[in-house]
């Protein structure tokens, strides 16, 4: 029996209808428009594009429609994963039939789980991914980073019960200090990390060595690149050679 192959997920953080470089969660360079990288990492050939609006949540704006209209029209073929402002069933409804395939889901698993099991049951649990931004603090616990707050929590006991296959199909885990950066990915957070659920990891995931190491780990479903994405030529499918052909799709290299 063949293994799963792992995907290599394209995030695209947007703050200000801008893409920008985001880094530690704290500082943000504009990059573009999202139309054209969202062009281009199809035309690269991620496995997954996941578009992340920070400024929506925070600000109860809802989820970001003109931009998923926007998207919808480029009539791209790799899936695509949103998240940003979805509060609601209503919210978590229309960003589907806006073509998104997956929605991202961070506040509402915190604040509103009941909520959140009325979207699951409405759309199916393989259709939400939950965000958790985490670090180890000085007492070497692991804690949740609340990004509206901009505190770190410690994460109840409570939330790991709720979480399961019947809420939603994979957790992202970030690596919220070493986003953006090539720290690389704390490990110690996913030693101390314990769920049942595939996880989806982000955050500092730039050098050969770590790529090949989290690439072989087995409750890791795939991995997500972001700012490393914009600067290197052929950038995703380096990424897949480094992990080899046993763990993720056969590169493709394709010129311009």
């Not at 994405?229 to 380096?238: A, G, R, T, V």
């Amino acid at each position: 029996m063949s293994m799963l192959k792992k995907r290599i997920i394209a995030g695209v953080t947007i703050k200000e209808n801008q893409v920008v470089q985001s880094i530690g969660y704290k500082n943000y360079l504009p990059l573009g428009k999202p139309s054209m990288f969202v062009q281009n990492l199809d035309r690269w050939q991620a496995d997954e594009i996941l578009i992340n609006v920070i400024d929506r949540s925070k600000f109860n704006k809802g989820p970001d429609l003109n931009l998923l209209k926007k998207l919808k029209n480029l009539n791209i073929q790799t899936p695509l994963i949103y998240g940003g402002g979805i509060s609601k069933i209503e919210d978590a409804i229309q960003v589907i039939q806006l073509g998104a395939d997956r929605i991202l889901i961070e506040s509402l698993a915190h604040e509103n789980i009941l909520e959140l099991k009325k979207i699951s049951n409405k759309i199916g649990s393989q259709s939400i991914i939950i965000s958790i931004p985490l670090s180890i603090n000085k007492d070497n616990n692991l804690v949740f980073y609340d990004y509206k707050k901009k505190i770190e929590k410690k994460i109840n006991e409570s939330f790991f019960q709720e979480i399961d296959p019947s809420i939603c199909s994979e957790l992202l885990i970030i690596d919220y200090l070493n986003q953006g950066t090539e720290n690389g990915f704390n490990m110690k957070i996913l030693r101390k990390f314990s769920s049942d659920l595939p996880i989806i990891l982000y955050g500092g995931i730039r050098k050969k060595k770590l790529i090949k190491e989290i690439i072989k780990i087995k409750k890791v479903s795939a991995l997500t690149f972001g700012n490393s994405l914009s600067f290197e030529e052929h950038s995703i499918q380096k990424i897949k050679y480094i992990s080899g052909k046993k763990y993720s799709r056969e590169p493709f290299f394709q010129d311009k």
